[in-house]
């Protein structure tokens, strides 16, 4: 079954495990705002549901791999914004928050878009926007590392997370 715009998903791991479903979660500062993109430790737990926004939206809604899109929480905002996907250095590492912005491709907005890639028979979600034809990002895959805190963050990294996407 396709991912389609106009529907609400839980992504969660594929492999047992390996943690539970995306959420918000504060930085390893302890801010809340902005809000980090995490995982829940419980792997019973989906998390919250995300909605995908296409750069180029497709006449049936669709999402087709490789296509750069935002993905956003559904019925959460932060800094009382919408909580974006964004990519954002932090102590040397590429971390994925939710300060980024919905729509507007471009170079501005070169770190708020993300893909989904087949990755073996399930999927990967990537950061390589091709949104903005004079930018040179530095692509990676969205992975997850398990912090001093406990935390399961998410950050870019050679190690994917493999995902599935389940309705809300």
């Keep these: 079954m396709p991912l389609v715009t106009c529907r609400t998903y839980y992504i969660v791991p594929v492999v047992s495990g390996s943690g ?3 959420k918000l ?5 302890n801010q809340t705002c902005p809000l980090d993109v995490a995982q829940e ?4 737990l989906d998390g919250s549901p995300q909605t995908f926004l296409l750069a180029i939206p ?3 809604g669709v999402i087709r791999q490789s296509s750069d899109l935002n993905i956003i929480f559904s019925n959460e905002t ?3 914004m919408p909580a974006v996907w964004r990519v954002e250095d932090s102590n040397g590492q590429r971390v994925v928050t939710s300060n980024g912005t919905v729509g507007n491709p471009g170079a ?3 770190s708020n878009w993300f893909k989904i890639e087949k990755y073996d028979n399930d999927y990967k979600i990537v950061f390589c926007p091709s949104v903005c034809k004079a930018c040179s ?3 990676g895959e969205v ?4 912090a001093k805190n406990g935390r399961r963050s998410l950050l870019l990294s050679n190690n994917p997370l493999k995902v599935k996407f389940k309705k809300a």
């Design 20 to 22: 539970g479903g995306v």
């Design 25 to 29: 979660a504060p930085t390893a500062l």
């Design 41 to 44: 430790n419980n792997e019973q």
């Design 58 to 60: 497709s006449r049936d």
């Design 78 to 80: 932060t800094c009382g």
């Design 108 to 110: 501005e907005t070169i």
């Design 137 to 139: 990002p530095t692509c």
């Design 143 to 146: 992975g997850s590392t398990i």
